[in-house]
């Protein structure tokens, strides 16, 4: 088929000519509707410009519909040259051109322990969790985006397959499409993937992307309760499935791929299974979007070099001071701490969180040098269905959010987490110290010494992370001569604090009195 | 040469024809001691009974001695068959006859977080911390073994090359004997080792067998201060250092391997290194003795196949309840806190705890199904040299330790640590509660549900860890029907407590009013 003919089946792909960086060109080729367009089904395409190649994995839309899309991370005009082992989806070629955007692109790892858009944008997460808003009806996902884009939320966990509930198998709410071919239990063919349940998941992706919200798309979850059959599919269809869910969704710059929701519930999938649908995301994946996996009791090797970044479901983690920084240590890898209980008033014990207690914790990860991701269960809404959110941890989440981005370009680092629990920031610079329940009245001010040096001086601010005020302390303080471990302020004074629960410490620097050496320290613990 | 021959000439091996189960037997041969015997020495023994075998390696001791030393496991007649690249030393062949003892055996990992003896006996480590005791004088070293006999610990960190010190270089203090060949840095050959300096440690990790004491003994260490250039080695140095070692102490029962102490404080070293190191001690140590490796600020990965259990130097994880569960399920292994801080007057902040404190620390790490060793620096004593101790953790420690042997035979479980954070024991028989900090006046009695029942009974012990007082509560505790979380005592009834802090409560099944069925309970966090 050449290139005008192809052009002329499907004049779509006119308007695609021209894309934006970091959006999604789409080839859209004719092929085979008889039989099972799913199976042994081999597309791709490579896209060249100058040295930089990508072939993204094709897929089978429906009705005698096959795409490849593409997300072009350059701008300029980009070659592709189509493979299939079906000839007329075969050594299709052409051209498109990439032209500028504001898209940022797809967020990656930066700094170890941080995150940052393609664009080098710093990407600090501070995500929520709606399982299943993408299985509602229209008007309640139209209330869901509506309630994000009055919250700080940049992040999103979703489940790509519904959960078995009564709700989803009767009334008004019962849902007709599924992930394969099929209505039920007793009829689903999990040979054949349903193109429209995911051309609406893709649309949802979308709107999400739209409003800058990353989404960590859950591949694999347990809660079928028997029913369904999804969580128990053989493992070829799950490799089917990966591979068919990353030639769809990889070139969203919004994607994060989430193995699965407490894996270990999942009983006839193991850690090794994992390993290898790990390995099988990166190979369809062209353009590395982050990939992690969410536990429940058997905690997966967040080491092993297919992961990403570390998406943690235990509690203690967030209720002490201290652990993040361990956890980063372990690890060598950010940190987001994805499950932390719920603020809610549910009768599961996970869901019964104060709006204090939840933002405590995220205060707790973000001191780490960590991130936490929310979630309400207030009244049974929001964890599951989206709609609207009625906790009172959002908005402090989002000051948060807000003190975090003027803070330290490179994220918060723990300082001298050994034996000072509750500072982060960046040594010399920025100190962030957050005091949790503790009703502190005083803090001497005192500095763990590396890279301070006498002279240096500091402003602070009080920050009342309940009531959302940041309050500047009139005076500036200015360091005598360090000591082996610790710098104080020249006259000993201390920061008055008002004696209530949830109060945090900014330390900025502002300038020195004069050039002073820098004291000289050690290595030790 | 014959047996008779070698016999004639080594009239020793005669008196260890018979060997007692786990103790060493030991080949000496004669062969050249001109030129470095060190170099290009290839020898080993394959020892038999039945269908097992070990192979042990065998190393030079000096003076045209050569020996390779055996620990039988079984009782009966093993043979032998030696090899070497040396003729005089290759196909020497012989018996033995392993008789019953009361030794135990080499210490193994046993249910994944805990430990036992090779008979099976449980193995709860209560260790101290003396790296430098083996450098001392003689006399300071008999009164180092002496203080032990009055200690409860039972496991020893040492190192097994000195660190530089002016105290080690001048004076009465002054060591005449190596680990190679030499008296300082301008003279030490690093091809040839010095055998008197390993037969006098032997000796030492002997006399702490004799008492009972497992020896983590430290490879490698930093500490050098560019003096005698033990810790910037070459590659091809520590493989034979490491070679050399193992063999001639894997054959002690007491034996465990600490590849190193604050391994990336040994710059030129790196986690690929200690890969290789950690590997060669598992080739070369016929019994598989525990092997770990004990950290400063870069985390070796504990998950590595050949790391037995994790070697752990992190403070936060002991300050604060609740990490121990947490490190159980990221490495699945047993945890071992080594590192503390020390209760002690020093001028480092590590070495300045209260006794109170270290003994807080202690019950924190096992009730969180952990372990953790003692160190003690007051008036600079103890961890460095041995000597007294005159802390007063030592005996809280031994009191610790008695609870714990009298507690489940297969140590203490973290109970529901998803959300509770300082219990520990087994479900349904026994349950250790810590408070730490906590002035608690009164704890209702309300356990965590999983494997109670209404009706079953519980006695209480009130435990004062600091005053080790134990004293039983007069009344019966008996289980209403358990609601979906816990399951509380039957009139909602209170243990009193007297308000002081660091007070723990022992809870011990006594039997049941009558059989009930057990409560169904889910896999939920």
């Given at each position: 088929m050449s290139m005008l003919l192809l052009y002329g089946l499907h004049s779509m792909v006119w308007a695609q000519q021209s894309v934006p960086r970091y959006g999604i060109y789409e080839i859209t080729l004719s092929g085979p509707a008889a039989g099972n367009p799913f199976a042994n089904l081999e597309l791709s395409a490579t896209f060249k410009q100058g040295d930089k190649t990508y072939r993204p994995e094709g897929f089978y839309d429906g009705e005698g519909v096959y795409k490849i899309r593409f997300m072009p991370d350059r701008e300029g005009t980009w070659t592709y040259t189509t493979h299939s082992n079906y000839a007329e989806l075969n050594n299709q070629t052409g051209a498109l051109l990439c032209v500028e955007s504001k898209n940022r692109g797809p967020v990656r790892v930066a700094d170890t322990y941080h995150f940052a858009y393609a664009d080098g944008e710093r990407f600090y997460p501070f995500g929520t969790t709606m399982y299943e808003w993408a299985f509602q009806p229209e008007a309640r996902k139209l209330q869901t985006l509506e309630t994000l884009k009055g919250t700080a939320f940049n992040k999103a966990r979703m489940l790509a397959v519904p959960p078995y509930k009564p709700y989803y198998v009767q009334g008004p709410t019962r849902l007709t499409e599924f992930p394969f071919v099929g209505t039920a239990r007793d009829n689903f063919d999990f040979s054949r993937f349903n193109p429209k349940y995911f051309q609406r998941l893709e649309r949802d992706v979308q709107r999400l992307s739209d409003l800058g919200i990353q989404v960590d798309l859950i591949l694999f979850r347990p809660y079928d309760k028997g029913q369904w059959g999804f969580d128990t599919t053989s493992d070829d269809t799950n490799r089917r499935f990966i591979q068919y869910l990353v030639a769809r969704f990889a070139a969203y710059q919004n994607i994060w791929w989430s193995l699965a929701n407490e894996n270990s519930y999942i009983k006839h999938l193991s850690d090794e299974d994992f390993d290898h649908y790990f390995q099988l995301v990166q190979k369809y994946d062209p353009y590395g979007h982050l990939r992690s996996i969410h536990n429940a009791d058997r905690l997966y090797d967040y080491n092993k070099p297919w992961v990403t970044h570390v998406s943690l479901q235990y509690y203690n983690a967030v209720k002490v001071f201290g652990v993040s920084p361990l956890l980063r240590d372990i690890y060598k890898k950010p940190i987001i701490?994805?499950?932390?209980?719920?603020e809610g008033n549910s009768e599961s014990r996970w869901g019964q969180l104060s709006g204090e207690e939840l933002t405590r914790r995220f205060w707790i990860a973000l001191t780490g040098g960590a991130y936490a991701t929310h979630g309400e269960i207030i009244d049974n809404g929001w964890i599951g269905g989206g709609g609207k959110l009625t906790g009172s941890s959002p908005q402090r989440i989002a000051f948060l959010r807000q003190i975090v981005e003027a803070g330290p370009a490179k994220g918060l680092t723990p300082i001298d987490p050994a034996f000072v629990m509750n500072a982060a920031g960046k040594k010399g610079e920025y100190y962030l110290y957050y005091f949790g329940d503790d009703p502190i009245k005083e803090w001497p001010f005192v500095l763990p010494v590396r890279d301070l040096s006498k002279g240096m001086r500091f402003q602070v601010d009080v920050i009342d992370t309940w009531n959302m005020s940041i309050t500047r302390v009139p005076e500036t303080f200015e360091l005598d001569t360090p000591t082996r471990y610790t710098a104080a302020d020249q006259h000993r004074r201390v920061v008055k604090l008002p004696g209530t629960p949830f109060m945090a410490l900014r330390i900025q620097r502002i300038g020195d009195a004069a050039n002073q050496p820098k004291a000289k320290v050690e290595d030790e613990l």
């Amino acid at each position: 088929m050449s290139m005008l003919l192809l052009y002329g089946l499907h004049s779509m792909v006119w308007a695609q000519q021209s894309v934006p960086r970091y959006g999604i060109y789409e080839i859209t080729l004719s092929g085979p509707a008889a039989g099972n367009p799913f199976a042994n089904l081999e597309l791709s395409a490579t896209f060249k410009q100058g040295d930089k190649t990508y072939r993204p994995e094709g897929f089978y839309d429906g009705e005698g519909v096959y795409k490849i899309r593409f997300m072009p991370d350059r701008e300029g005009t980009w070659t592709y040259t189509t493979h299939s082992n079906y000839a007329e989806l075969n050594n299709q070629t052409g051209a498109l051109l990439c032209v500028e955007s504001k898209n940022r692109g797809p967020v990656r790892v930066a700094d170890t322990y941080h995150f940052a858009y393609a664009d080098g944008e710093r990407f600090y997460p501070f995500g929520t969790t709606m399982y299943e808003w993408a299985f509602q009806p229209e008007a309640r996902k139209l209330q869901t985006l509506e309630t994000l884009k009055g919250t700080a939320f940049n992040k999103a966990r979703m489940l790509a397959v519904p959960p078995y509930k009564p709700y989803y198998v009767q009334g008004p709410t019962r849902l007709t499409e599924f992930p394969f071919v099929g209505t039920a239990r007793d009829n689903f063919d999990f040979s054949r993937f349903n193109p429209k349940y995911f051309q609406r998941l893709e649309r949802d992706v979308q709107r999400l992307s739209d409003l800058g919200i990353q989404v960590d798309l859950i591949l694999f979850r347990p809660y079928d309760k028997g029913q369904w059959g999804f969580d128990t599919t053989s493992d070829d269809t799950n490799r089917r499935f990966i591979q068919y869910l990353v030639a769809r969704f990889a070139a969203y710059q919004n994607i994060w791929w989430s193995l699965a929701n407490e894996n270990s519930y999942i009983k006839h999938l193991s850690d090794e299974d994992f390993d290898h649908y790990f390995q099988l995301v990166q190979k369809y994946d062209p353009y590395g979007h982050l990939r992690s996996i969410h536990n429940a009791d058997r905690l997966y090797d967040y080491n092993k070099p297919w992961v990403t970044h570390v998406s943690l479901q235990y509690y203690n983690a967030v209720k002490v001071f201290g652990v993040s920084p361990l956890l980063r240590d372990i690890y060598k890898k950010p940190i987001i701490h994805d499950e932390i209980n719920y603020e809610g008033n549910s009768e599961s014990r996970w869901g019964q969180l104060s709006g204090e207690e939840l933002t405590r914790r995220f205060w707790i990860a973000l001191t780490g040098g960590a991130y936490a991701t929310h979630g309400e269960i207030i009244d049974n809404g929001w964890i599951g269905g989206g709609g609207k959110l009625t906790g009172s941890s959002p908005q402090r989440i989002a000051f948060l959010r807000q003190i975090v981005e003027a803070g330290p370009a490179k994220g918060l680092t723990p300082i001298d987490p050994a034996f000072v629990m509750n500072a982060a920031g960046k040594k010399g610079e920025y100190y962030l110290y957050y005091f949790g329940d503790d009703p502190i009245k005083e803090w001497p001010f005192v500095l763990p010494v590396r890279d301070l040096s006498k002279g240096m001086r500091f402003q602070v601010d009080v920050i009342d992370t309940w009531n959302m005020s940041i309050t500047r302390v009139p005076e500036t303080f200015e360091l005598d001569t360090p000591t082996r471990y610790t710098a104080a302020d020249q006259h000993r004074r201390v920061v008055k604090l008002p004696g209530t629960p949830f109060m945090a410490l900014r330390i900025q620097r502002i300038g020195d009195a004069a050039n002073q050496p820098k004291a000289k320290v050690e290595d030790e613990l």
